[in-house]
């Protein structure tokens, strides 16, 4: 829409300014008028804000019943409690009483709290066994008002011992001033616990069950964060909650219809744990930095509930999944509902995909004359393989029927005194050897070796040619052997040729 007044000039900010000296015969400078404006005009604003966020806040409460107050001096009764939320910005303690059909908390100064009965979702009672405060705890269906606003979770509680310990104290762990404050705090205890179940046992007769108090199971807790802090969640008969710090968690396994683990691999430390609920429209719950170790733990408590849940190893957008569910829930189960979050359907698509890359695989002529020509190389090769083979085969045997380094030393020493034996005989009785370099002498032919052996075996001792045949290595002999065959071999093949 436009303007009337097209040429009109709009004001943003305007800066008043004023003399601060005070003039005779005036009873204040002129700029504390400005001050005296200024926070007036501040008040009006904060007034206006606070009675807008009081209407937001009244607008989503349900009117709930007109408490019934029971006259009857014998109603259950709970001294010296203190409410969370508080009421006032600093904790007031007071009395929880029950009357015909609600609780009414009441304030030393005065302000009262009431929850009805039919108002209640959960009631729990925690005891003190390895926590610092003992509590009930109310999970309420409708928001209720108090302290300028709305609380689904209101809780009850009283401390027990010191929650903070001062360190300045030197304590000795035999001092008898420490040993009966112990004493007094276990007796303390005991005293409280009774109190509060029968308090709870009370309120369950008045109300006919209609009101009934559950408490955690501690041994099946496990470490997470579902806010800011890791605590220790406990898991009840239909809920799992932490009650022990503010604000509170619970849910109601009643209404989650799936439970999905994020970030499962077993070289991360800690898993996510995501609660969807059955009412897609209201936001999912998560637990995170759970520790992997206790990942079959709460499998089995999931289990003994008889409530689904899957994993994957990636975390997922949340928000996203719910706003296309909302946006279309037929067309999402249509196309397979939860099943992308199963694990089993990646891994049967993976294996469909390498079945038919083995049926679509055929072999063709390139195949087969490569194939036929790999048979004719490795016949060629028969003749050098089936030499390296057998020696390989006797090294092999002869290294493992070999003796240990203490028995070759000794054979060894003996070996080279026997033959120094040998020899200083033989010079005695023989003439003087051929030279060495004869000995030596490449074999150009098998027939010349024999004939030079022949000539020089007469005048050779017999004592040590003995001695020298049974000193020999056989494998180096059986190794010689093996190459004049496979040099007779190949020339016979030559000769074919």
Not at 242 to 259: A, G, K, N, Q, R
Not at 273 to 285: I, N, R
Request: with cysteine; aromatic share 8%.
């Amino acid at each position: 829409t436009s303007f009337p007044q097209p040429d009109a000039t709009f004001v943003k900010e305007i800066t008043y300014r004023s003399s601060n000296t005070k003039e005779p015969g005036e009873i204040s400078a002129p700029s504390s008028n400005l001050n005296t404006a200024y926070r007036l005009i501040k008040e009006v604003q904060k007034k206006f804000k606070t009675r807008e966020a009081e209407e937001r806040e009244k607008e989503g409460i349900v009117k709930q019943d007109t408490l019934i107050i029971n006259p009857n001096r014998g109603n259950p009764k709970l001294k010296d409690l203190y409410i969370r939320p508080n009421i006032v910005s600093k904790r007031i303690s007071g009395t929880l009483e029950a009357h015909t059909n609600g609780f009414r908390f009441t304030s030393i100064r005065g302000d009262k709290v009431d929850i009805l009965y039919n108002n209640i979702k959960n009631a729990f009672f925690q005891p003190c066994d390895g926590e610092m405060v003992i509590l009930l705890h109310f999970h309420l269906k409708h928001a209720i008002l108090f302290g300028k606003k709305k609380h689904v979770d209101v809780q009850f509680y009283t401390e027990v011992g010191e929650v903070t310990t001062d360190l300045g104290k030197h304590q000795h762990m035999h001092d008898r001033d420490d040993l009966h404050a112990e004493q007094a705090e276990r007796e303390l205890r005991q005293k409280l616990k009774a109190a509060f179940k029968g308090f709870c046992e009370k309120v369950e007769a008045i109300t006919k069950g209609e009101v009934e108090f559950d408490s955690p199971f501690r041994e099946l807790g496990f470490y997470g964060a579902p806010f800011r802090s890791t605590v220790l969640l406990q898991p009840t008969s239909g809920c799992v909650v932490h009650l022990t710090e503010w604000p509170p968690f619970v849910v109601s396994l009643d209404e989650v219809e799936l439970i999905h683990f994020e970030r499962v691999q077993f070289h991360l430390k800690n898993f996510d744990m995501v609660f969807v609920y059955k009412d897609y429209s209201k936001k999912t719950a998560m637990i995170n930095s759970i520790p992997m170790n206790m990942l079959d733990h709460v499998k089995d408590w999931l289990n003994s509930c008889e409530v689904h849940y899957t994993e994957g190893i990636q975390s997922l957008n949340w928000a996203k999944i719910m706003k296309t569910i909302t946006d279309d829930p037929e067309g999402f189960f249509d196309n397979g509902g939860w099943s992308f979050l199963e694990p089993e359907s990646a891994d049967e698509g993976e294996d469909d995909d390498d079945d038919e890359d083995d049926e679509a695989y055929t072999p063709t002529d390139i195949d087969s004359e490569e194939g036929d020509s790999s048979e004719d190389y490795s016949e060629e090769s028969d003749w050098s393989g089936e030499a390296e083979d057998s020696s390989e085969e006797e090294l092999g045997s002869s290294e493992e029927s070999g003796k240990d380094w203490d028995e070759l030393e000794e054979e060894a020493r003996r070996a080279d005194a026997e033959t120094l034996y040998d020899e200083m005989e033989g010079s005695k009785h023989k003439p003087p050897a051929p030279s060495s370099s004869s000995r030596h002498k490449h074999h150009s032919s098998s027939s010349s070796s024999r004939h030079k052996s022949s000539h020089k075996s007469p005048h050779k001792s017999p004592h040590k040619s003995s001695h020298k045949s049974s000193h020999k290595s056989p494998h180096k002999s059986d190794h010689k052997r093996k190459r004049e065959d496979s040099g007779d071999r190949h020339k016979e093949k030559k000769r074919k040729r």
